[in-house]
């Protein structure tokens, strides 16, 4: 069987509690194996025809602070913040046109801790389950074996277990025994999850970007897309410029396929349309 992997980095903050994200978010693209080389080195060239060097590692907070992006990129290459500027369209640009597919899932904590009280979930967990059962029906949908790279983390839980470890463990369980809820068996997706330097990567260094754009989606929209009756909802302008390569339903149905909220009070489904990037 041919191969696809995706490339996840997460957004928001693992752990509930006052002083955190509201949201947690898994996000990232979905590329062919027999691609991936040609397709990672397209971001790789994008790097060295700007900074002289391809490898350089892009992030999506290094990007957007002044201070960061002065010290990581302006500084240590020598370029200006127009060309800057430049680089980042440019990097958007790349990110929507090239033969990537984006899944992303995304956990309202205090939703969360108001439907299940005394037992939620680790937000990081339930929304890796909800990302890889819309991983496996892609993968099904294509007749694709799917291997997962994560960008590796640090941390350890309350319970202080690594954060690592939990996501490993998580994977193993899915893939063993399915879903205990919606009985969605896992046939599809690699046994084995691995974990990935994010500078080393191009990939993961675009799953960082599509990860923060859907967390601010959800930071200035969120209870716009949890509206029962709302017709339209607002798309931040970053995520918008690479909504057209989320995976969607047969009639562009963009929420419970390419972005998956939990927990979630809409009876329809959000689509898109694609002419100006909102959902309605």
């Known amino acids: 069987m041919q191969a696809v992997r995706i490339f996840l980095d997460d957004s928001g903050q693992k752990e509930y509690g006052p002083a955190t994200s509201r949201y947690f978010v898994y996000a990232g693209p979905i590329v062919e194996t027999a691609n991936e080389a040609e397709v990672s ?16 590692e892009i992030k999506s907070n290094w990007m957007r602070q002044p201070q960061e992006r002065r010290r990581r990129y302006l500084d240590p290459y020598g370029i200006s913040n127009a060309t800057f500027d430049t680089f980042v369209e440019e990097w958007y640009a790349l990110m929507s046109s090239a033969d990537l597919s984006y899944l992303a899932a995304v956990i309202d904590k205090p939703q969360m801790l108001a439907r299940y009280p005394t037992t939620p979930w680790y937000a990081s967990a339930t929304a890796y389950q909800f990302l890889l059962q819309r991983y496996e029906l892609e993968l099904r949908r294509r007749a694709r074996l799917g291997h997962v790279r994560v960008d590796d983390m640090s941390g350890s839980s309350p319970a202080h277990n690594e954060w690592r470890e939990l996501l490993r463990n998580h994977h193993a ?6 879903c205990r809820i919606t009985k969605l068996t896992f046939d599809h997706v690699a046994s084995q999850l691995v974990f990935g330097n994010s500078a080393r990567f191009d990939l993961l260094q675009v799953a960082d970007v599509v990860a923060y754009n859907v967390y601010r989606q959800f ?6 897309w949890d509206q029962p009756s709302a ?3 607002a798309i931040y302008p970053w995520l918008g410029r690479i909504l057209p390569r989320f995976v969607v339903g047969p009639a562009n149905q963009l929420e419970g396929w390419g972005i998956v909220k939990w927990p979630s009070d809409r009876q329809s489904r959000w689509v898109v349309n694609f002419n100006d990037a909102d959902g309605s």
């Open 41 to 56: 080195e397209r971001f790789a060239e994008l790097k060295n025809r700007v900074f002289g060097d391809p490898t350089v």
């Open 173 to 178: 369980r899915l893939k063993a025994d399915g």
């Open 219 to 224: 930071r200035e929209h969120g209870n716009e």
């Open 231 to 233: 017709a339209q909802v």
